[in-house]
Structure formats: C-alpha cells, structure tokens
C-alpha cells in the first residue's frame, strides 16, 4: 500500500470514517445528498466530472479550477447535465460582506472612486510540509488565497477591468511567489491596489481582523481593506466609517464625522452549508456560480500574466 494512503486511512480511521480510494465507487455506494469536494486543486476538474456525471449536487471548493480550458469544459458540462454546483467562497456567504455592501450601496460613501486591500500572513514551515503541492504551480498564494480576495472585490466594487502586478518568491524561494503587489481598474472606473504575503509579520488579513474563525487570532479594531469614495471611506471587517456631513464644506481643511457600524458576525462557512442544501432541496441559484469561480481563476491568471510578462492586462469577459 502506497504510504499516501496509509496516512489517508490513519486519519478516516481517527474519525472513525470509512475510507474509498475511488470516488465513483463511493458515491455508488454512500448516495449521499450532495458532494463537498475539498482535495488539493489539481484534482477538481477530474472530480467534479464525477460528480456532475452521476448527477449528484456538489460544492467545489475554491479555486473552482486550475486549468482554464477545463473549466470552460466543465462549465459546458454543468450546463448540459443542468448540474447544482456552488463554489466554494465561503465570504460572499459572510455577515461582514453583506453589512459593507449595504454601506457602499447606501450612497454614504459617495461615489467609490478607490479600493486599497491587504492580506498579509505568516504560513509557518509545516503548512508546506503537510501539503507539499503548495510549493508547486497552482498552489502559491495568488491561487490559494488572492482568489478570496478578487472575490470580495467583485462584490464590493464591481467587475475587474483590468491588473497590473509584480510577484516575488525571494523569501522562500519556492516554485511559487510570496509576495505580490497588485494595481486593478474596474469597470466602473474605480482603481485598486492590493498588497498579498504569506511571508508577513502582520495582522493585514481577512483572518486576523474577520474573528470568523477561531482558529486564528483576532485584531477587532484593525482592518485589512478602505474603500473611499467622494463622500467619505470605510474600513473593512472594523466597520468604522469617515464621512463629511450632509452640511458641510467638502475640503481637506474640514473635519471629518466619525461612526462605527454594528452588524452581527455569522460563521460564513455555516451560511456556506445552508445555501448548498437550499440548492440541493429547493434548487436555489447559487450565490457563487461556477461562472463566478471561473471568472476569479481568470483574473488570478490575468495578476500571474502580468507580473510575468511586465504588461497590463485586460481582464473584460467576453461571450
């Protein structure tokens, strides 16, 4: 038996799961409800075919592919089977997005004209020693963890028309970068900039100023994106807003009202599950497309091809 699968089996066996080395051969057997497909990235597309063949409902977790070509072709198929999948990110299912896009939408900011982020980590050595594909093409940050942040982008600023980027693996010197710096316009004419790092002393991150999981530590008052508008700005996931009053004299000299929004933070992977059995039971569209998980894998590669070849590139989808 192959060590990887005995390391596979120790863990059902910790919990007591039963163990299949074919997935096929398991959906024959358990007829579950809905497949959640968790596996490292390169064994997605492959999985999903699967599932979407044998016509059970399934979440892929994100990135929804690695390979575009694939996903065209698995969006093909979904469409032909008329298959129920969401994609797996999980923040568009957060109580944080939801509260900031009633802010922006609200018209208190204005109108948006800049967008400035961050997700900025340390990953410690025996992440990529548990999952050695993590050193290799497909499994670096921009992959692994931008695309949660194009995402939230597209939710709360619009369509990404168009990146700039310069990468680095000076750090640790993988297969894959450590750092990225990245410049965005959207469609609607709001320009962004957005600084990525797994190699970073710094709680600049969704997971550390969120508190949606507590596996990580929480910096409530800080925050890790500012959208600032003509109006005033607002700090995201601290809720905290800057905003000149209705009477007053728009200027630098003038000083700025102060709030601080209040909004009930929900587990956004709970919400994650809810929705996929609304769509299993109930056949809800999805909150996350497979279009959509497409369109964020498209970008990702949009930010590689532009460090990588040192041009701008334009990220408008066509068709």
């Given at each position: 038996m192959a060590p990887k699968n005995k390391a596979n089996i120790a863990v059902a066996e910790k919990f007591s799961q039963p163990f299949y080395s074919d997935l096929a051969g398991a959906l024959l057997e358990i007829k579950p409800d809905g497949v959640l497909l968790a596996s490292p990235n390169e064994f997605h597309y492959e999985q999903a075919k699967t599932c979407i063949n044998m016509h059970f409902p399934v979440l892929i977790e994100k990135p929804f592919i690695l390979n575009i070509r694939e996903g065209e072709s698995l969006l093909k198929l979904i469409s032909k089977k008329n298959a129920k999948v969401l994609v797996g990110h999980h923040r568009m299912h957060s109580s944080i997005m939801k509260k900031a896009k009633e802010i922006i939408d609200s018209g208190v900011l204005g109108e948006v004209v800049s967008y400035r982020g961050s997700a900025q980590f340390y990953k410690p050595n025996d992440y990529f020693e548990e999952g050695p594909w993590r050193k290799k093409k497909g499994g670096g940050p921009l992959?692994?963890?931008?695309?949660?942040?194009?995402?939230?982008?597209?939710?709360?600023?619009?369509?990404?028309?168009?990146?700039?980027?310069?990468?680095?693996?000076?750090?640790?010197?993988?297969?894959?970068?450590?750092?990225?710096?990245?410049?965005?316009?959207?469609?609607?004419?709001?320009?962004?900039?957005?600084?990525?790092?797994?190699?970073?002393?710094?709680?600049?991150?969704?997971?550390?100023?969120?508190?949606?999981?507590?596996?990580?530590?929480?910096?409530?008052?800080?925050?890790?994106?500012?959208?600032?508008?003509?109006?005033?700005?607002?700090?995201?996931?601290?809720?905290?807003?800057?905003?000149?009053?209705?009477?007053?004299?728009?200027?630098?000299?003038?000083?700025?009202?102060?709030?601080k929004i209040d909004y009930n933070r929900d587990d956004p992977l709970l919400g994650q599950l809810s929705h996929f059995n609304d769509i299993i039971k109930f056949n809800n569209k999805p909150k996350v497309s497979a279009l959509d998980g497409l369109i964020n894998v498209k970008i990702i590669e949009a930010i590689k091809l532009a460090a990588y070849k040192g041009v701008s590139v334009n990220c408008i989808q066509k068709g």
């Amino acid at each position: 038996m192959a060590p990887k699968n005995k390391a596979n089996i120790a863990v059902a066996e910790k919990f007591s799961q039963p163990f299949y080395s074919d997935l096929a051969g398991a959906l024959l057997e358990i007829k579950p409800d809905g497949v959640l497909l968790a596996s490292p990235n390169e064994f997605h597309y492959e999985q999903a075919k699967t599932c979407i063949n044998m016509h059970f409902p399934v979440l892929i977790e994100k990135p929804f592919i690695l390979n575009i070509r694939e996903g065209e072709s698995l969006l093909k198929l979904i469409s032909k089977k008329n298959a129920k999948v969401l994609v797996g990110h999980h923040r568009m299912h957060s109580s944080i997005m939801k509260k900031a896009k009633e802010i922006i939408d609200s018209g208190v900011l204005g109108e948006v004209v800049s967008y400035r982020g961050s997700a900025q980590f340390y990953k410690p050595n025996d992440y990529f020693e548990e999952g050695p594909w993590r050193k290799k093409k497909g499994g670096g940050p921009l992959m692994l963890n931008m695309i949660h942040e194009v995402s939230n982008m597209r939710a709360l600023c619009g369509e990404i028309a168009e990146v700039q980027a310069l990468v680095s693996n000076s750090i640790r010197g993988f297969e894959v970068e450590d750092t990225a710096v990245i410049n965005l316009r959207f469609v609607n004419g709001i320009l962004g900039s957005f600084v990525l790092s797994d190699v970073a002393a710094s709680w600049e991150s969704w997971e550390l100023t969120a508190g949606e999981n507590n596996a990580y530590p929480f910096y409530p008052k800080k925050s890790c994106y500012s959208i600032t508008g003509t109006l005033g700005s607002l700090s995201v996931p601290n809720m905290e807003i800057n905003f000149f009053n209705k009477s007053d004299k728009r200027s630098w000299w003038t000083e700025f009202a102060e709030d601080k929004i209040d909004y009930n933070r929900d587990d956004p992977l709970l919400g994650q599950l809810s929705h996929f059995n609304d769509i299993i039971k109930f056949n809800n569209k999805p909150k996350v497309s497979a279009l959509d998980g497409l369109i964020n894998v498209k970008i990702i590669e949009a930010i590689k091809l532009a460090a990588y070849k040192g041009v701008s590139v334009n990220c408008i989808q066509k068709g």
